[in-house]
T-cell receptor, first 115, second 114 residues
Framework: GAGVSQSPSNKVTEKGKDVELRCDPI?????LYWYRQSLGQGLEFLIY????????KSGLPSDRFSAERTGGSVSTLTIQRTQQEDSAVYLC?????????????FGEGSRLTVL | KNQVEQSPQSLIILEGKNCTLQ??????????LRWYKQDTGRGPVSLTI?????NTKSNGRYTATLDADTKQSSLHITASQLSDSASYIC?????????????FGGGTRVLVKP
């Protein structure tokens, strides 16, 4: 499809396990974002990639969280040693511009449940 | 600190009625303000974008207004439909700031009942 694709759509894991969430942005979009949305809450910024620039990791809540973007396209968000408070929907978005007023195109999200 | 406050947090309206959602922001100067619609279990989708110089922008039954002097925006939904049940998120982008500096409001959850 032509939209932002995220996988898995749902992930249930046990506390302490590592998880990887994948985002495939719209082809040609240079900017990629990860957000976290807890139940009934607003979007929390996690990390931002823009082209070949160093990513802005200022929103990552702890060093258990990391993300990479390979070849300027697909991105993976990794959460190590998951905790119950990590349970949330993780949304990925891409944008066709260098962030200057560009619209964000969101994926459907990956719902993470940590037992 | 840049903030975006939305009100009400939630509201219930009857199908066919109108409603207005509010967004107050402290971001200044700002580049643009967007309203997104987020259906349950889906990602947000942009409804409207307004720049500093614009006062009104419509998208079908959705009309956004902007008062840059009072730093307020509103989203008016006309003749609501069941499909309008969703969360509506106000997002403000500071002037000349990178895309990652967007400030999101907490959203207003709208439920349209038949």
């Amino acid at each position: 499809g032509a939209g932002v694709s995220q996988s898995p759509s749902n992930k249930v894991t046990e506390k302490g396990k590592d998880v990887e969430l994948r985002c495939d942005p719209i082809s040609g979009h240079t900017a990629l974002y990860w957000y976290r949305q807890s139940l009934g809450q607003g979007l929390e910024f996690l990390i931002y990639f823009q082209g070949n620039s160093a990513p802005d990791k200022s929103g990552l809540p702890s060093d258990r969280f990391s993300a990479e973007r390979t070849g300027g396209s697909v991105s993976t968000l990794t959460i190590q040693r998951t905790q119950q408070e990590d349970s949330a929907v993780y949304l990925c978005a891409s944008s066709p511009t260098q962030g200057l007023g560009g619209e964000l195109f969101f994926g459907e999200g990956s719902r993470l449940t940590v037992l | 600190k840049n903030q975006v406050e939305q009100s009400p947090q939630s509201l219930i309206i009857l199908e066919g009625k109108n409603c207005t959602l509010q967004c107050n922001y402290t971001v200044s100067p700002f580049s643009n303000l967007r309203w997104y619609k987020q259906d349950t279990g889906r990602g947000p989708v942009s409804l409207t974008i307004m720049t500093f110089s614009e006062n009104t922008k419509s998208n079908g039954r959705y009309t956004a207004t902007l008062d840059a002097d009072t730093k307020q925006s509103s989203l008016h939904i006309t003749a609501s439909q069941l499909s309008d049940s969703a969360s509506y998120i106000c997002v403000v982008r500071p002037f000349k700031a990178a895309g990652n500096k967007l400030t999101f409001g907490g959203g207003t959850r709208v439920l349209v009942k038949p």
